[in-house]
Nanobody, 127 residues
Framework: QVQLVESGGGLVQAGGSLRLSCAAS????????MGWFRQAPGKEREFVAA????????HYAESVKARFTISRDSAKNTVYLQMNSLKPEDTAVYYC????????????????????WGQGTQVTVTS
């Protein structure tokens, strides 16, 4: 079992920055690829970014490329999402997840049965 706890959400003005954290605990957490998803009110949950278990590979949604950066600190079993140049349309609940298959973060992520999910953290960007 793997437990994921997100933190770092909040209220920020457009153009501002936030850094989300996802602390992982449990067995073999270092073996999992990890990702961030988000869900805005009235919309489906969508993929944001993912990082391989080694941290060597990353993958981003087109809507956040060049603005968001995903990273991981293996010593702390924590994954980060640095969000810069935030826009009101980035407002959503952000979820961290983990899966043994990094490939699951490519293609139709809504159909992929990811192993573990966190509870989410709210990010609100005001104009």
């Amino acid at each position: 079992q793997v437990q994921l706890v997100e933190s770092g959400g909040g209220l920020v003005q457009a153009g501002g920055s936030l850094r989300l954290s996802c602390a992982a605990s449990g067995q073999n957490v270092g073996s999992y690829a990890m990702g961030w998803f988000r869900q805005a009110p009235g919309k489906e949950r969508e993929f944001v970014a993912a990082i391989s278990w080694s941290g060597d590979s990353t993958h981003y949604a087109e809507s956040v490329k060049a603005r968001f950066t995903i990273s991981r600190d293996s010593a702390k079993n924590t994954v980060y999402l640095q969000m810069n140049s935030l826009k009101p349309e980035d407002t959503a609940v952000y979820y961290c997840n983990a899966d043994l298959a990094f490939a699951g973060y490519f293609g139709s992520t809504s159909d992929f049965p990811f192993d573990y999910w966190g509870q989410g953290t709210q990010v609100t960007v005001t104009s």
